[in-house]
């Protein structure tokens, strides 16, 4: 991540953009995109503050959602401004497919994924241990929370690291003006990364999330403590909140590229639904 921003923020790397080649098309949807980029940023800020200085807010949920924040954070200053750049210099491929400026933007954005699917499962476990066990749930420590970010962050940094490491194959994607890792020449790794890192976690969510629903619609079944403890805590509707909109916000992207699998590419720019999907 520091190599990043190093290469992102060498004036060598970052030619001056031709005014002449600008037009009102690149001009405007590179606008929106920053518009993106900046309410990302600001809402991040916001978060992290917020959060960290709110003493009611300083539980092991908070934490979680702090750690959610730094990713959509290092999101908006190393790979949308990216994106921006791209839109308007037009043929500009950030330093040619597999550069390593190209190499480590593919890494950046698939590490900050990897470790928010991460925190979202973590957050299901918690939510899963005060409601199932809340005489148990108070053992739960800040400081074991933040252990398992850490653990999460690590392991989404290392287990990233062979796109920059290894001749793994990286592309320009045109459509999003980003690059991205060519998971058809890298089946290997793809289906590595499949099995440690978004079957384990999809499989934590989907489950747990399940038995939380499942009892929160029959709360005759709850004792009077987790009946009390679903009734009073307010985490449990930030949870829902969370993995609707965080759900809504890949829909779009996730359509258009089914759509497309079904009945073949289409000419459309997914700039602008690529960045909302970080929102």
Request: glycine content about 2%.
């Amino acid at each position: 991540m520091f190599q990043v921003a190093l290469w992102t923020t060498s004036p060598s790397m970052w030619p001056p953009v031709d005014v002449r080649s600008l037009t009102a098309e690149s001009v405007g949807r590179a606008s929106l995109i920053l518009a993106v980029d900046l309410l990302l940023f600001v809402t991040s800020i916001l978060n992290i503050g917020v959060i960290a200085f709110t003493p009611d807010l300083s539980d092991v949920i908070g934490c979680y959602l702090i750690s959610l924040s730094v990713a959509d954070l290092l999101t908006a200053v190393f790979v949308i401004p990216l994106s921006i750049y791209s839109t308007l210099e037009g043929n500009w491929r950030i330093g040619g497919d597999n550069s390593i400026i190209c190499k480590s933007a593919a890494y950046l954005q698939i590490a900050l994924f990897c470790s928010t699917v991460y925190t979202f499962a973590w957050i299901c476990i918690d939510r899963y241990s005060a409601m199932m066990k809340p005489s148990r749930y108070s053992e739960q420590s800040l400081t074991r929370c933040k252990c398992w970010i850490v653990f999460s962050w690590l392991t989404s940094m290392l287990l990233c690291c062979p796109i920059i490491v290894a001749r793994m194959q990286v592309v320009f994607y045109p459509d999003a003006q980003l690059c991205v890792l060519d998971w058809s020449a890298t089946s290997a790794y793809s289906v590595t990364l499949l099995l440690l890192v978004f079957v384990p976690t999809l499989v934590t969510v989907f489950n747990t999330g399940w038995k939380i629903w499942s009892a929160m619609r029959n709360p005759a079944a709850l004792d009077d403590s987790q009946r009390m403890l679903v009734e009073t805590d307010p985490n449990f509707v930030l949870t829902a909140f969370l993995f609707v909109t965080f759900f809504l916000s890949w829909l779009p992207l996730i359509s258009l590229k089914v759509i497309e699998l079904i009945w073949g590419p289409f000419d459309m720019d997914l700039s602008m639904v690529s960045c909302v999907a970080w929102l």
